[in-house]
């Protein structure tokens, strides 16, 4: 258990329709990264928050969007949703203070989901 | 292009063989990292190496870290079923401020 929480595990919707994944870092950690993982794919780096912060973007669609809250915790969303954004989402928290500690980064077990 | 290309991308091999996965950049890193993802979960960090030439250990699994900090390789000895899964190189270049970046992964089989 890397102590990274993500809810819902599993999520199926239609096409054009709207979801938001949630994310708890570790306790102590300040930054929290979104990727996307399709099928049989490595990861694609989404965004990174920081204390509440956008610290760098990735291969982020405008359609999508984050926020990192004052208790940490971070939530995505997903906007008309397409057949194409069918993928795994991880979360990943880490210290984000000075250090080579500061980059190591814990995964949550992801969110599913599925656009029918 | 990606900034860290993992060879091979694919490996089947049989228990007990040794195997090699490298990853290679053209950039300098201050730091780079190993990750095994098994099916369906998120990845998990294995080792972080720093300092050029640096050698680590874990039971069957040798981490080098180039001399230059470009480059890092994961050497598995005698590999188990259990070493199954997709391995991920991640760096953090030299002079920027947080961003880790991964590669593009190795994924191995290993069978009875």
């Known amino acids: 258990d890397s102590g990274v929480t993500q809810t819902p595990k599993h999520l199926i919707t239609a096409t054009g329709q709207r979801v938001t994944l949630r994310c708890s870092p570790r306790?102590?950690?300040?930054?929290v990264y979104w990727y996307q993982q399709s099928l049989d794919q490595g990861l694609q780096f989404l965004i990174q928050y920081y204390n509440g912060e956008e610290r760098a973007k990735g291969n982020i669609l405008e359609r999508f969007s984050a926020q990192q809250f004052p208790d940490l915790h971070s939530e995505l969303n997903l906007s008309s949703l397409e057949l194409g954004d069918s993928a795994l989402y991880f979360c990943?928290?880490?210290?984000?203070?000075?250090?080579?500690?500061?980059?190591?980064?814990?995964f949550g077990p992801g969110t599913r989901l599925t656009v029918l | 292009t990606q900034l860290l290309e993992q060879s091979p991308q694919f490996l089947s091999i049989q228990e007990g063989e040794n195997l090699t996965v490298y990853c290679n950049s053209s950039?300098?890193?201050?730091?780079l990292q190993w990750y095994r993802q098994e099916p369906g979960e998120g990845p998990v960090l294995l080792v972080t190496v720093v300092t050029g030439g640096e050698v680590k250990k874990l039971k069957r699994l040798t981490f080098q870290f180039g001399d230059a900090r470009k480059d890092s390789s994961l050497h598995i000895t005698a590999a188990q079923p259990g070493d199954t899964g997709l391995y991920l190189c991640a760096g953090v270049q030299a002079g920027t401020a947080s961003k880790l970046t991964f590669g593009t992964g190795t994924r191995l089989q290993v069978t009875l």
């Open positions: 990943a928290s880490s210290p984000g203070t000075s250090g080579i500690k500061a980059h190591e980064q814990f």
């Open positions: 950039s300098v890193f201050s730091s």
């Open positions: 306790s102590g950690d300040l930054s």
